[in-house]
């Protein structure tokens, strides 16, 4: 996965949330309701939780840049809407010139430029 971080926050119990789009829907996600969020991009966004080494990474995590995040965890939450979940800090910050090796990051940008 290679999304473009919108939103972080963090927690007071060491969680991490991240809010990032890969400019994609999918009818699982609850669709984010906030200042923040432009009510056109609401559906795009999915919610991720950083546990562990990944929460010591994603403080850190600029918005708007771009990041491939592996082993991100999908499941349904307790009211059915799809999350990520990340305790590995196998994280890497992303430069638009690695869209040239990185076919997420190129689909990505692609949406971005639309």
């Known amino acids: 996965m290679a999304p473009q971080v919108l939103k972080g926050f963090p927690s007071f119990n060491g969680v991490h949330t991240l809010y990032v789009t ?29 546990w562990d080494d990944a929460a010591e990474i994603a403080r850190k995590m600029r918005e708007g840049d771009y990041y491939y995040i592996k082993n991100a965890r999908m499941r349904a939450n307790p009211a059915g809407y799809l999350e990520g979940k990340v305790t590995q800090s196998k994280i890497i910050q992303l430069e638009e010139k690695d869209a040239q090796t990185n076919n997420y990051l190129q689909t990505l940008l692609e949406f971005v430029a639309i």
């Open 22 to 50: 890969d400019y994609t829907r999918n009818n699982q996600m609850r669709g984010v309701q906030s200042n923040w969020c432009p009510t056109s991009l609401s559906d795009f966004v999915l919610q991720m939780e950083m």
